[in-house]
């Protein structure tokens, strides 16, 4: 029997990921979203038929899967709400950011827990999600959390929860790293002579090509710079520029600063908890 699914949260990632599961034909009457906004749930129930309400234990009671699509700083008291809709131990799947599985699982009663990591790309269907299970989440549970997440882009699963400050700070923060990158592609452009919507268009579409193109071919990054370089070329006196200036040295010491980050949040909203 197809599983139940509850949304604890009807912002943008769960109308992302209904609208995801319909589209590869999950029955919109086996979902159920609850969320404090009644504007939200009608909006919900009127582009994906499904149901809604502003409690959460209704939502979550027989429920086989919870998705909690909550703010980090909510997650407990939103878990430990749910507590009578958790003795059957369903599978809950949290996609808050700085929330340790271990938190939850022990705000959950001991819960089987998926904690997942999507990115803002996953709003248009071509995110990228980093996984972590805590032990006693089944092979069947993690191919359900694969292919739930999978209806909003591609996942790929991490073995060790530390793991997952840095796929926070590579892919989770990642998309502004890149948008960063078209903006000063852009500002750069104008600044010698483009108009800004020429400038904007090359930069923007740049990124998308060379991004497809790293995902479709067999060559790493490395060759593929490699391949656009050519000795005493246009690219080869800006990319000495970048290398003069530290340019790897400084995004390494971003990535870790983000990694950093995202293991301090997880210590302020609960790992500090032990009760």
């Known amino acids: 029997m197809p599983h139940t699914i509850s949304f604890i949260g009807g912002g943008n990632m769960a109308r992302s990921l209904i609208g995801g599961l319909i589209a590869r034909g999950r029955d919109p009457k086996r979902m159920v979203v609850a969320d404090p906004m009644q504007a939200q749930l009608d909006s919900l129930h009127q582009q994906f038929g499904v149901r809604g309400t502003t409690n959460n234990l209704e939502a979550a009671t027989g429920a086989d899967v919870i998705v909690l699509a909550v703010k980090p700083q909510e997650m407990r008291n939103v878990t430990t709400s749910l507590l009578p809709a958790l003795k059957n131990r369903p599978l809950i799947i949290s996609v808050a950011a700085g929330i340790r599985a271990a938190d939850i699982h022990r705000w959950s009663d001991g819960a089987p827990i998926v904690r997942c990591m999507p990115n803002r790309p996953a709003l248009q269907g071509c995110g990228m999600t980093g996984l972590f299970a805590t032990t006693d989440v ?76 790293a ?33 790897r040295a400084i995004f390494a010491a971003a990535i870790a600063a983000a990694a950093r980050r995202s293991a301090e949040l997880a210590d302020e909203f609960g790992g500090t908890d032990k009760t």
């Not at 997440?149 to 699963?157: D, K, Y």
């Not at 750069?188 to 800004?196: F, Y």
């Not at 995902?215 to 710079?225: D, H, I, M, T, Y």
């Open 138 to 213: 089944s092979p069947e549970h993690r191919r359900v959390a694969a292919e739930l997440l999978s209806a909003v882009g591609r996942t790929i699963w991490v073995e060790q929860e530390a793991q997952m400050d840095i796929v926070t700070a590579v892919s989770g923060s990642g998309p502004a790293y890149f948008f960063l990158l078209i903006e000063m592609l852009e500002t750069a452009g104008i600044q010698l002579g483009l108009p800004p919507d020429v400038s904007r268009q090359l930069a923007v579409e740049t990124a998308y090509g060379s991004g497809r193109m």
């Open 215 to 247: 995902q479709e071919s067999p060559e790493s990054p490395a060759v593929l710079r490699q391949q656009v370089t050519s000795k005493g070329g246009t690219t080869d006196a800006a990319l000495r520029v970048l290398e003069a200036e530290n340019v």
